[in-house]
């Protein structure tokens, strides 16, 4: 790579901190000659590669990009890329884009990244240049809901004492561009029922009139440090399909910390127009500053402190703040854009992949960098401040008696990598690391893993990490690479007391030599219902499909097992009476890998336990709704049973159709025990309990009589009608939540037709409806981000695939292309099962 091409990469790095370059920056920058730097500026800025401005001293800044606003917002690429993502979604998306609610606490950004929206807006050209930006603080007026209603929407002469003339409010003034309303959860509930007809309907009316409704083209930006699920209305919080979250400056990496304070503090030399030389105990503290304000705090506090230094300096010396070292801050951007490059040739970015390959590649990495780090004691200039890896091994200790207390036996060398992992991702961007797909996903099917990690952190940094939970997600990965856990049934115990479960727990597993028990301490003064909701809280969070044991002090299994019921998907055994014989003894046979029914057989008695054993889809008589477009649509038939049936006698199952097929195969006699009938849209052969297909009650084939115990008079009838309707392109259509209906029917039957037209087939009606179904609920699931990434190997494998996959990619382009979407695998795949019926 040649000198000027050098130059260029430094320039990309420091040009995201600073707007502009003079060629006198760029030669304290570099240690370049003047006349060197000044020839290699000029060839980039011929090369269009750099602007060149006419003015004195001339200055040097990249081009600027169309929808290039979010660039401005430290992280955009990093810890909240996925935000901005949202954001640039709900912007573009037609005709009018989307309402978005941005939350965090105080500080964080919340209003910045509203005027970025704007300014992104404007740069994608879905409103005019002139469109405006106007803001609203709903705290205001919180005390006075008649006033912030006049403002919000104006009013008519005489709607109050005072009201002499007609007046617009605020929508009207931002006809045409955004509204953005900061505090929303001010709102009163009236002016939020106001606000999501606006949102439905893109009318209101003005306070005090009874007149037409006046129509708006506004788009809206809502912001809170509120939690929006308690502050917000439900019907208001369901209208907004994108909820941004915006981390505190705790939460943010090291390298995005460094960024945000650099910026601030060459705004303030820019602002007093001097050199500027700060202290590196100065970074550090702000660095490692938890402030209430977060960001805004930081930058207030830089604000002042270069007012105090600025009104003692003299006459043409630096401003100094903070003691120590000294750099100025073109000289600090200068090592850390370096470093930043040397740590890039160990670091990379492997793109977003798996759990499993992101173990793998966090192993590569910390083996290459062990020998580095800790065999010659040489430690990374990334690393310098306070020799951070140094003090962390010397918890060393610590956390090697945590994991011990977890059954998990570790050598040194392991450890030691573990610390410089953990150390790495607390410093740098998860980002620059490894991006893992679905974290949700990996800590749904490892969560001892993410236990785990979470210790690991609790030990080495305390509550003090930036580790976001892409990094956490990292952390689980490398330890599920380099630590064994034999034992795959989830098993808790369960005990009141102080610490009561905890240390039972941690005796066993270090008994056992392996992660077994997790544990759950309960005061005594807590109630049954309490500890039922724990358990069911942590059941809905984990993967239960290779079964739950559960190890109690007290109470009644009676009640235990009927308020858990279903929400296991895989075998269910609970025990009373827990004592350490009896959970070591269960704890061996767990970590030997012995299956639920296996543990059943216990002989008790030496223990004085009495024990209840459930296995089977449910512990309750139940009914179980598959679809194979989806458990979307299974969802749907479910909420229509449920208005209608009595659910205090059957429990209503949503089963995903692959699922059902796999429990097909197993003991049906044992899973379907309590299963009084399966309803679903495609065939189910040989299977032990009766079938009511859909699509005969459809077409008059079949009914729901079968059910009818469970009926009120007259309910079931209605039952069956509103199943109809919902497989009519107008009852699919009502259960859109946010696309225009009318366009979607079309967009989506032009995509059967070519399917149609492809494989020279003909879909009936109540497969084509299902089809609709399934593809409007998939672009809607897409949009807000719940698409289906994962592909079945199994289906993937299948000869008539490929093709199909081919052939597809050109059948939704348009689609693709209106939405700005890209169809998923996992999601083609879905598609595949249900046209491969009607091959």
Not at 206 to 222: D, F, H, K, T, Y
Not at 586 to 596: A, D, T
Request: hydrophobic share 40%; aromatic share 10%; net charge negative.
């Amino acid at each position: 790579m040649n000198s000027v091409e050098n130059l260029y990469r430094l320039l990309l790095e420091h040009l995201q901190l600073v707007e502009v370059v003079t060629t006198q920056d760029v030669e304290q920058l570099t240690g370049m000659k003047r006349s060197v730097t000044s020839l290699y500026l000029n060839q980039l800025a011929d090369q269009g590669r750099l602007v060149k401005t006419n003015t004195r001293p001339v200055n040097f800044r990249l081009p600027s990009k169309k929808g290039n606003s979010f660039r401005t917002f430290i992280g955009y690429d990093g810890s909240v890329k996925n935000q901005i993502e949202q954001c640039k979604s709900a912007v573009t998306y037609p005709p009018y884009g989307l309402p978005i609610l941005i939350h965090g606490s105080s500080g964080v950004g919340k209003s910045y990244l509203a005027k970025l929206i704007h300014q992104y807006a404007i740069e994608k050209k879905v409103v005019t240049e002139d469109a405006p930006f106007v803001v609203l603080n709903c705290a205001d007026y919180a005390n006075n809901k008649e006033l912030l209603s006049s403002l919000l929407f104006g009013y008519v002469k005489g709607a109050f004492s005072g009201a002499e003339k007609d007046t617009h409010g605020l929508i009207n003034e931002a006809e045409g561009g955004y509204l953005f309303l900061d505090e929303v959860h001010n709102l009163s509930a009236e002016n939020q029922e106001k606000l999501f007809l606006l949102i439905d309907e893109k009318k209101y009316r003005p306070m005090g009139s009874n007149a037409e409704w006046q129509q708006a083209n506004v788009r809206l930006i809502m912001a809170t440090t509120e939690d929006p699920e308690s502050s917000l209305l439900v019907t208001l919080k369901r209208r907004i399909p994108f909820d941004v979250f915006l981390p505190d400056f705790s939460r943010r990496s090291f390298s995005e910390k460094e960024k945000l304070i650099f910026s601030f503090l060459d705004e303030e030399r820019k602002q007093l127009d001097c050199s500027l030389q700060v202290g590196e105990d100065y970074i550090i503290e702000l660095v490692q500053s938890n402030y209430r304000g977060n960001i805004g705090e930081i930058r207030n506090r830089i604000k002042a402190d270069c007012a105090k230094a600025y009104n003692k300096a003299k006459t043409d010396e630096p401003l100094v703040i903070g003691t120590g070292h000294f750099l100025s801050i073109k000289e600090k951007k200068k090592e850390f854009t370096e470093t930043f490059q040397e740590e890039e040739t160990y670091i990379g970015n492997f793109g977003f992949i798996g759990f499993e390959e992101a173990g793998q590649k966090a192993q590569n990495l910390i083996d290459e960098l062990y020998h580095s780090y800790f065999l010659n004691k040489h430690f990374s200039k990334r690393l310098s401040y306070q020799s951070d890896l140094e003090r962390y091994v010397q918890k060393k200790m610590a956390l090697q008696k945590y994991l011990t207390s977890k059954g998990v036996e570790i050598e040194e060398a392991d450890l030691n990598k573990i610390i410089l992992l953990a150390v790495l991702l607390q410093y740098d961007p998860s980002s620059e690391l490894i991006n893992i797909k679905d974290g949700s996903e990996a800590r749904y099917n490892y969560h001892k893993f993410f236990k785990l990690a979470e210790g690991v952190l609790q030990v080495l940094f305390l509550q003090n990490t930036s580790i976001n939970e892409n990094g956490l997600s990292v952390l689980a990965a490398y330890l599920n690479r380099v630590l064994e856990i034999s034992a795959k049934i989830n098993a808790l115990i369960i005990m009141h007391g102080h610490k009561n479960a905890q240390t039972l727990a941690n005796t066993v597993n270090q008994l056992v030599k392996d992660f077994v028990f997790e544990s759950f301490d309960l005061p005594m003064d807590v109630s049954a219902e309490t500890l039922i909701a724990e358990v069911n809280e942590y059941i809905k969070k984990y993967n239960t499909s290779d079964g739950l044991v559960l190890l109690v002090d007290m109470g009644s299994l009676e009640q235990m097992y009927q308020s858990i019921q279903g929400n296991v998907t895989g075998d269910l055994l609970i025990m009373n009476n827990v004592s350490t014989s009896l959970a070591l003894d269960v704890g061996l046979k767990l970590s030997q890998r012995q299956k639920i029914a296996q543990l059943e057989q216990l002989a008790l008695e030496d223990f004085a336990v009495s024990k209840q054993y459930f296995a089977g889809v449910s512990q309750k008589t139940n009914l179980l709704i598959s679809c194979i477009s989806g458990e979307g649509i299974a969802l749907k038939i479910k909420d229509i049973l449920s208005k209608y049936m009595n659910t205090d006698e059957i429990e209503l199952l949503s089963i995903d159709y692959s699922k059902l097929k796999e429990l097909l195969q197993k003991d049906q006699k044992t899973l379907f025990k309590d299963t009084v009938a399966i309803l679903t849209t495609s065939p189910v052969e040989k299977a032990v309990v009766p079938i009511i297909n859909i699509e005969g009650i459809i077409n008059g084939a079949a009914n729901l009589d079968l059910l009818a115990s469970f009926f009120q008079a007259d309910e079931l009838k209605k039952c069956t009608n509103e199943i109809i309707k919902l497989f009519t392109l107008e009852g699919a259509a009502a259960r859109l939540n946010f696309l225009n209906p009318a366009m979607v029917i079309d967009e989506v039957e032009e995509v059967i037709e070519k399917y149609e037209e492809y494989y020279q087939i003909h879909i009936d009606n109540f497969m084509r409806i299902n089809l609709f179904l399934h593809l409007s609920a998939m672009i809607e699931r897409i949009l807000t981000g719940d698409g289906i990434d994962e592909s079945d190997e199994g289906i993937t494998a299948l000869p008539l695939y490929q093709p199909f996959k081919e052939t597809s990619a050109h059948f939704f382009t348009a689609i693709e292309q209106k939405y700005k979407l890209k169809i998923p695998d996992g999601e083609l795949e879905m598609i595949f099962l249900i046209i491969q019926q009607q091959l």
